[in-house]
T-cell receptor
């Protein structure tokens, strides 16, 4: 059974700081997704990572994938308050959008 | 371009009843997935449809079923509702192929009394 573990589950940080969210998964997959969810809102796609060594960046967020280590990271650079949200990673079990989700990392960025 | 539309947004039912939720995907999207989100279990995959065919099903009892129509619209049905079925049900659509992100609707919040 595929398990997806995120850590930390909760992160409170100051604006301007850097931090990394980790996503470990337990079986082979080369398709990993990162999503953001604001309170009371739906999910917004951030990144799709499709191969070993993939790195994608958007603004202050950068995601990477190491399929050999079964690890993805979401790095936040110089955090700003607007990045406060819950971040989810999800692994595609079959390649047909059978996504198995991490528990989410609730990120609070204090001004 | 219109996003993924889910109806209704909120629903209150009682135990033993059944419910049907609807999802209209983004125009041109042929893959539709359904997820259940609860505080305790998080996000869980229910099923995925592509061109009217269910390709994958998650680990949910047979009370949960779905279908997809020729216009890619999808419905999910839950019969004999239980208190534990209270959740946010999310629908997501994509072009298919697994290399594009899924686009999510706002969800249907189902409360069971």
């Amino acid at each position: 059974e595929l398990k997806v573990e995120q850590n930390p589950l909760f992160l409170s940080m100051q604006e301007g700081k850097n931090y990394t969210i980790y996503c470990n998964y337990s079986t082979t997959s080369d398709r990993l997704y990162w999503y953001r969810q604001d309170p009371g809102k739906s999910l917004e796609s951030l990144f799709v990572l499709l191969s070993n060594g993939a790195v994608k960046q958007e603004g202050r967020l950068m995601a990477s994938l190491d399929t050999k280590a079964r690890l993805s990271t979401l790095h936040i650079t110089a955090a700003v308050h607007d990045l406060s949200a819950t971040y989810f990673c999800a692994v595609d079990l079959t390649g047909n959008y059978q996504l198995i989700w991490g528990a989410g990392t609730k990120l609070i960025i204090k001004p | 371009k219109a996003g993924v539309t889910q109806t209704p947004r909120y629903l209150i039912k009682t135990r033993g009843q059944q419910v049907t939720l609807s999802c209209s995907p983004i125009s041109g999207h042929r893959s539709v997935s359904w997820y259940q989100q609860t505080p305790g279990q998080g996000l869980q995959f229910l099923f995925e449809y592509f061109s009217e065919t269910q390709r994958n099903k998650g680990n949910f009892p047979g009370r949960f079923s779905g279908r997809q129509f020729s216009n890619s619209r999808s419905e999910m049905n839950v019969s004999t509702l239980e208190l534990g079925d209270s959740a946010l049900y999310l629908c997501a659509s994509s072009l298919g192929g697994g290399v594009q992100p899924q686009h999510f609707g706002d969800g249907t919040r189902l409360s069971i009394l």
